[in-house]
Structure formats: C-alpha cells, structure tokens
C-alpha cells in the first residue's frame, strides 16, 4: 500500500481557505485518493476521493496533478467547526476499506 | 450520526484479562472492520468480516479475535491484555460493492489497561 507523508499541523482563521498536501510518491495505478475528517472522541468521517484533476463535493475539493505523486485537500472558508484532524489515505478500492490511516494533519482554526 | 453503535463506550481492565467489544453496523452494511486508535496516532487496521469470515487483517497479534453475526453485528475480543493495548477501538461497516469503499465509524470504545 502507499505510503503518505501530510503535514502534521496547520494553523488558519475563520473564513480562510486551508489547503492540506498529502505526498504519495509510490501510488499503483488502481490506487484512489480519499480524505478522512476526525473530530476529538468521534470516529473518522469520510471528506472526500478521487483518481485524477479535481474532484469537488458540498464539503471540499480536492486536486491531483497528472503524475499522481500528490494531492491537496481544500477546504473554502473554514469555520470554527472545522477544526479535526485530516487524514489522507491511498489505496485500490477494493482495500479502501482495509487501510490503515496516518498520523493525519492537526487542522486549527482560530477566531 | 453513521448508525454505527459501540458499547461500551469506556472501560477499564488490568493487565492479563480478557476484554470483549461490540458493534452494531449500519443497516444494509454487510463488512465490518475494526481499528485501534493510540492517542495522538491515526487508527490502524485490525482486521475485516465479510459475512462472517475474516476478509483481512492488519499486523495484530492473534490474541486479537473477532466474530461477526449473521445480523453483521461484531464483537472485538481482546486476551491477555498488555499496557499498550490501551487505546480507542473504532468499529467501522461498510458495503463491499460501494464505489468509494467508504468507512462509517462508530464513536469508538476506550479501552484503558491497567
């Protein structure tokens, strides 16, 4: 499975955009791209996945260039709420469910 | 909320005892999977049922078993407890065919070994 690299923390203020890269140099080509949000003391919950270019949902969007080799989460004005922990995990579809995630990145967002 | 159920929700045990975890999956899920969260750490694969078999597991240590029941409930269970086996337990279901593979976790059962 592919290994993924994602800063460990980030810091923004209400309203920014936070934008969240995740290095994934060793990524198969069946493998997918999917983000997962956690808040304290609640299980993770699924963001959002994709393959390749720009996949956008009602929560975030996500970008992944040709080579694959990374992507970033973005997510548009960001609110108090959003503060959790992002994780970005890369798998085939058929092991997305069987994947063990990272240590994620601390997102905070302060007033 | 998923419609994932955990119990308990918190307990605590001491060292060589034996712990049992349950989880109620999502209707219309047939595949449940459970991970182990250390504090500050992602969760990290322990193993899948499909239809009651063991479809996968991480790199867990025998003494960690489970069971799933023909309703797709599980149980995690848990022998000889260790220090380290202190930690958030996340039962996660799931549909087999769903096109993203996506996970829908309970709340979680924290586990503290004494």
Not at chain 1, 17 to 33: G, K, L, P, Q, R
Not at chain 2, 22 to 46: D, M
Request: hydrophobic share 30%.
């Amino acid at each position: 499975l592919a290994k993924t690299t994602q800063p460990i923390s980030m810091d923004s203020y209400e309203g920014q955009e936070v934008n969240i890269t995740c290095s994934h140099n060793n990524i198969a080509t069946n493998d997918y791209i999917t983000w997962y949000q956690q808040f304290p003391s609640q299980g993770p919950r699924f963001i959002i996945q994709g393959y390749k270019t720009k996949v956008t949902n009602e929560v975030a969007s996500l970008f992944i260039p040709a080579d694959r080799k990374s992507s970033t989460l973005s997510l548009p004005r960001v609110s108090l709420s959003d503060t959790a922990v992002y994780y970005c995990l890369v798998g085939d579809k058929a092991a997305g469910n069987k994947l063990t995630f990272g240590g994620g990145t601390r997102v905070l967002v302060k007033p | 909320e998923t419609g994932v159920t955990q119990s308990p929700t918190h307990l605590i045990k001491t060292r060589g005892q034996q712990v049992t975890l349950r989880c109620s999956s999502q209707s219309g899920h047939n595949t449940v999977s459970w991970y182990q969260q250390a504090l500050g750490q992602g969760p990290q694969f322990i193993f899948q049922y499909y239809r009651e078999e063991e479809n996968g597991r991480g790199n867990f240590p025998p003494r960690f078993s489970g069971l799933q029941f023909p309703n797709y409930s599980s149980e995690l269970n848990v022998n000889a407890l260790e220090l380290d086996d202190s930690a958030l337990y996340l039962c996660a279901s799931s549909e087999l065919a769903s096109p993203t593979g996506e996970l829908f976790f309970g709340e979680g059962s924290r586990l503290t070994v004494l």
